[in-house]
């Protein structure tokens, strides 16, 4: 028994009603398809339909093996088009959005890379300080920075970034470097809003928590304002580490309390789940995360 052709059949008179309609889509004679079906009843030893002269309705057995059958050949159907898909050049619209700065510095060059190197892919870069509903917005790839909580996402994770205090050589020098966030109380602060509440600096050493309740005397929603602010003196801030990396290897930044820090939290790689994805979709992930992983190692 030819078993491919065995499932085609069977399905066919499932979907389609009768052994009459399943001749015509298969292309095939009406003795062919009868002849086929009892040999896979057969083979199964059970009854997949239950006939009258009229009707032919599918038996409990017969609708559990239906569903299973057309799981099966509809992940084989997925398997042969991704296979496609490896051996056809990306082409279309990549759509990709991230937080603002994370996007200017390590997302933007990924994408003209992409572009150089598949000239048949335009792309729009969305880059906002928001979370995205990839599917609603249209999006094909979002970077994500904390937990992925949206099941309906899938996710390759490529690093993680981590909450540093840091300040400027020329305030420290006045005010003094803190050794233990107990020592905070007499600075002064710069609060980027994007991280949160401008009330509380939060801090853990080992197991244990501790929150330090400040007042800024300067705050911006804009990162770049928040960092230019802390570089000339005004107060001690508090960033992600890859908003405060260039300045703290230029040395404009030293970081602080590093010992106290929280817990770092996962940056990631979403697209919206599929079994099947597009050629420059699957193409960009694969691609983009180990230059993600590089660039986010500390």
Same mark, same amino acid.
């Given at each position: 028994m030819d078993k491919f052709k065995a499932l085609q059949t069977f399905i066919a008179i499932?979907? /389609?009603?009768?052994?009459?309609? =399943?001749?015509? /889509? #298969?292309?095939?004679? +009406?003795?062919?398809?009868? &002849?086929? +079906?009892? @040999? #896979?009843?057969? /083979? $199964?030893?059970?009854?997949?339909?239950?006939?009258?002269?009229?009707?032919?309705?599918?038996?409990?057995?017969? &609708? &559990?093996? $239906? @569903?299973?059958?057309?799981? =099966? $050949?509809?992940?084989?159907? @997925?398997?042969?088009?991704? $296979?496609? =898909?490896? &051996?056809?050049k990306p082409s279309g619209r990549l759509t990709v959005t991230s937080s603002v700065l994370f996007g200017r510095m390590h997302v933007a060059p990924l994408v003209s890379t992409f572009l150089t190197r598949y000239p048949d892919v335009s792309a729009q870069l969305v880059l906002l300080d928001r979370v995205v509903d990839l599917v609603e917005e249209g999006i094909d790839v979002g970077v994500r920075i904390g937990p992925l909580p949206d099941s309906s996402l899938h996710g390759v994770n490529v690093g993680t970034v981590r909450r540093v205090l840091c300040a400027s050589p020329a305030y420290l020098a006045r005010m003094g470097s803190p050794a233990h966030p107990d020592a905070l109380a007499p600075h002064s602060f710069v609060h980027f809003s994007g991280l949160g509440s401008s009330e509380v600096l939060h801090f853990m050493r080992g197991a244990r928590k501790h929150d330090v309740a400040i007042t800024p005397r300067w705050s911006s929603n804009s990162v770049d304002a928040a960092l230019s602010a802390v570089v000339d003196g005004l107060g001690i801030g508090q960033f992600l580490s890859y908003m405060a990396q260039p300045l703290v290897r230029s040395g404009s930044l030293c970081p602080l309390l590093e010992t106290f820090e929280p817990p770092a939290v996962p940056v990631t790689l979403v697209y919206p789940h599929s079994r099947l994805l597009s050629t420059k979709v699957r193409l960009f992930v694969d691609e983009s995360a180990p230059v993600l992983r590089a660039g986010l190692v500390h």
């Open positions: 499932a979907e /389609h009603g009768s052994l009459t309609a =399943a001749s015509v /889509h #298969l292309n095939t004679s +009406l003795p062919t398809v009868v &002849r086929t +079906l009892a @040999e #896979l009843e057969r /083979h $199964l030893q059970v009854t997949l339909f239950n006939r009258t002269t009229r009707r032919i309705n599918l038996t409990d057995d017969g &609708r &559990r093996y $239906l @569903e299973t059958c057309q799981q =099966a $050949l509809g992940q084989l159907d @997925e398997a042969e088009q991704a $296979l496609t =898909a490896t &051996r056809s």
